[in-house]
């Protein structure tokens, strides 16, 4: 079946709309966009924008875009004409950290097979205790960094835990990557715990969406968050 979409632009009570600041940065760049038709989400691959070669075949030539599964959510509005904030924010975290994971080699996502596609996995790194969080922080973000001709690609929101605020935060400003920094609310990121620690998320929101059905109802969203790239993200946890 065929799919249409549109592009819900950005207002200057978008916080209050959406939620949420990561929510907001997709509205702010257009990829909030409604879809209609069908029972999943096609998202077409940008996978060609930041292209390297070595690292398996060219994406082109196997996929030209990736099919996500619709999920429902709970709403909690009193309005209407406004999305939720806590309940899809948590999905959009759920949706993270299961797509930017540790083990990138691991999983399908949008019906793609990242132990058979390299260009389609996430970049993951592990740094030592005896590395203080900024360094690490900011050999990341180099790390994802790469300039396309007269562009430059890099992570523009970082999610961490609420203990690793002020160590993120110092190597945003001193370093001016210009990252917004957003506080986990989500359990499931915790993955070792002895240091309580789950990974600290580097995302490209140039290559993440948010596409709700345009019949959403005031009390149950529909949709999914879907990614155009993979290897534009990455997740940072201590050894």
């Avoid at 083990?103 to 793609?112: E, S």
């Avoid at 690609?153 to 605020?165: G, L, N, Q, S």
């Avoid at 190597?171 to 609310?185: F, H, K, Q, Y």
Wanted: glycine share 6%; charged share 20%.
């Amino acid at each position: 079946m065929t799919t249409t979409e549109t592009t819900i632009a950005p207002s200057p009570d978008m916080t209050k709309h959406y939620g949420h600041a990561f929510l907001q940065r997709l509205a702010e760049k257009g990829h909030i966009k409604k879809f209609s038709g069908g029972r999943t989400v096609i998202q077409e691959l940008e996978v060609y924008n930041i292209w390297q070669s070595g690292v398996g075949s060219s994406p082109e030539s196997s996929f030209s875009a990736a099919e996500y599964q619709i999920h429902q959510i709970r709403t909690n509005n009193d309005s209407p004409n406004t999305y939720i904030s806590d309940n899809l924010w948590q999905y959009c975290q759920d949706t993270l950290a299961a797509c930017i994971s540790l083990a990138p080699t691991v999983g399908i996502i949008g019906g793609i097979d990242r132990r058979e596609y390299k260009w389609w996995r996430n970049l993951a790194l592990t740094f030592s205790p005896d590395v203080g969080i900024p360094c690490a922080v900011w050999e990341m973000h180099k790390k994802l960094t790469r300039t396309m001709g007269e562009k430059r690609e890099c992570p523009d929101v970082i999610i961490c835990a609420p203990e690793d605020i002020e160590g993120v935060t110092v190597a945003v400003d001193a370093c001016e990557m210009g990252c917004l920094v957003i506080p986990s609310t989500s359990s499931v990121h915790v993955v070792n715990y002895r240091m309580h620690r789950f990974p600290i998320l580097f995302l490209n929101t140039d290559y993440i969406y948010l596409r709700p059905h345009k019949d959403c109802r005031d009390d149950m969203w529909a949709g999914a968050l879907t990614f155009s790239h993979m290897a534009a993200h990455g997740a940072l946890t201590r050894s």
